[in-house]
């Protein structure tokens, strides 16, 4: 792929080899499609192949949210469908592997709500920087399925087990100044100064020895990569969930906006 392929994310350049990604769906808050799903696979191979690339900062268009999750049509393509759950696999897969292999530092700039896949992106980044306002949530416990894009592999390294059972079981919300508490981000600061920051960390980067920074993060890494067998069971079971009643349960309160009333919570006397 080339630059001007993908449809859903933008690129601007900035001086000494900073490279701007933008997830450009501001319409409904750069909620992830099929196809912006696809296009997330495909970044971090163009990025890291691009001889004037250093450092990646990626955002979310507009000044609501990075990404708010999947769009709920999508995701009632995938309810009871095995052949998109499968495709779908695959590519949760692929996002998370290629941000690993991805030699390069990426910068994430939270400039509002994360949720989903962008909120994969946005944890797996190398330095994180999050508006103190804005919300963060894994938000599949509040859909009926595990827990599985990127949070079994990464949150329990950045949070602690503890914490990150607590907010992956109840999918709460956690703000800005939170998620700098609890490790998950790098730094939270006003909203207004997210790409401020975001830029001048990218810049004493580029600065930076590459072959030191690359190498370094390249080893970090490995700590995540460990990992790997309990992300990929966590995906399957993800997925799996994404077969059952649960999942039909949950999307359809999140479009009527209500509270769930799922099957497994019934008893059996129910």
Known sequence: MKYEDFQFIRFDRHPDGVLLVTLNRPEVMNATNARMHWELTKLWSLVNDDPAVK???????GDRAFSAGGDLAWVEEMVGNPEVVATVMKEAGDIVYNMLACDKPIISAINGTAVGAGLAVALLADVSIMAETARLTDGHARLGVAAGDHAAIVW?????????????MTADFIDGKEAERLGLVTFSVPKEHVQEKA????????????????ATKKSLNNWIRAAGPIFDNSLALEMLGFLGPDAREGLDAVRGKRAPDFPSAKLASE
């Open 55 to 61: 450092v990646v900062i990626v955002t979310g268009a």
């Open 156 to 168: 329990p390294l950045l949070c602690g087990i503890a914490k990150a059972k607590y907010y992956l």
């Open 199 to 214: 830029l001048a960390v990218a810049a004493q980067l580029a600065r930076g020895s590459q072959v030191a920074i690359r």
